[in-house]
């Protein structure tokens, strides 16, 4: 019995559920203020926000540091697990410093010059260990010699987010941080930006050896890391265009905030999807056991 | 690629009694043809150790053509005997691959640590060089699928 299977629990239909559970409970508070029929519950929306966030990067950071102990033999693929391991430990306490329940810790930190500072440092540091891990994850395929290789579609798609990122940085002026009076929120938000374009591109990487793996349970989990990578970069997108459209409309805030909380729990599907890979073979391993117990009597007589 | 050379064409062309034009034809198949050149290998391989047998037994004692034909026989029977498992645990290892990381990364790490074996080739592997191969196969089963997919490829590996 490998030490995953304690955890085994933790299977890609229960997240699916947990995520439906999460969205309905959004919808379920969102809908009727939407509607007139309540007052807009903000509390109750922050509290579903943080529980869905913590559940779902806590499970996260269980699997990913149970998947690192799985891949202690090969350096490259172990630290791109510690990478993401790092991510979902750094997206925990996201919610901290972007929800009004961390009012209850820290009274007036909604006001706090350190909130928005606090949140970008997190973003940064969270992009760059999810950035660093697929960069190593890249490289330890590339070491491999397996025959993955980039197709020029792409190098079109790369080039194409290279201009999205000049579209973005041209237009900086709409981003949240743009008018800040602190220089290193402004600073922070653009290497966030960037950051997410690098993730953006190493995820399309991973996606073209996803396909060229022809199947397998290896190809699903980078499938869903390209997803995750390109959810986050699509609503960083997205929330900019909302702004911009509909500056004081509340219900685009808590739209992008529902797709925030279901981008979190995308990252767990990915890495259950991951730990499936290693049940899989852990069954397997059986299988080949109990075969071979079966076959021996009949050999000797 | 056709291959387009009939059994009876590789035999006369691995016991050399090919017509110059035919045996033309082939070497030039075998140099574009990578496929094709392992087999020759291993069949120049098999065919080397035959005659070796052969000469061997002749050596030894002076037999009937009849005795002669059992021992080469029996030589043969041991040849194909150690080749069955061989290939069979190699489909074995490449279903086992597919299901874990798709079937064009099964077939190319199958080949990659083949390469970086003495056997040099999936054609050329036998019992004599399968641990190698198999230790390369699990450096790289260990960076695609972690410590248990390695444990799987190396209690299915054993031949």
Known sequence: MTKMTRIRWITPGLVWRLLALNLALNLALFLPAQ???IARPAGALAAVGLLGGLCAYGLALLVCLKIEEEYRDAPLFRWAWLGMAANAAILLFRPLAQDTLAEVLWPDFHASPWRLLLRHVLIVAGNLALGLSLLAMWWGYRRLRLGFHIRRRDYAAMAGLLVLLAALAGVRENLTEAASPFAANRVLQLVGLALLFVIAVAGIVLQRIAAQMNGGRLAVVLRWLTIYVLLRLGLVVLASLLRA???????????????????AWVFTLTVAYQMRVTLTAAEQLESVRQKRIVDKPAMIS | MRHEISPETWEDYMENTLAAAERNRVSAHLEACAECRAMAAQASHSTARLHGTARQINAAWAVSDEKLETAWQAALAQLKAEAVPVRERLDELEATMTVLCGAHTAAQALQAAAAESPARSLARLTRE?????????LAIVRALCGRTGARLILESGQL
């Open chain 1, 35 to 37: 509607l007139g029929w």
């Open chain 1, 245 to 263: 459209a509909f500056p004081d409309a509340p219900w685009a805030s808590d739209v992008s905030r529902f797709a925030w909380q279901a981008v």
């Open chain 2, 129 to 137: 060089n399968w641990e190698p191969f198999l230790r390369s196969l």
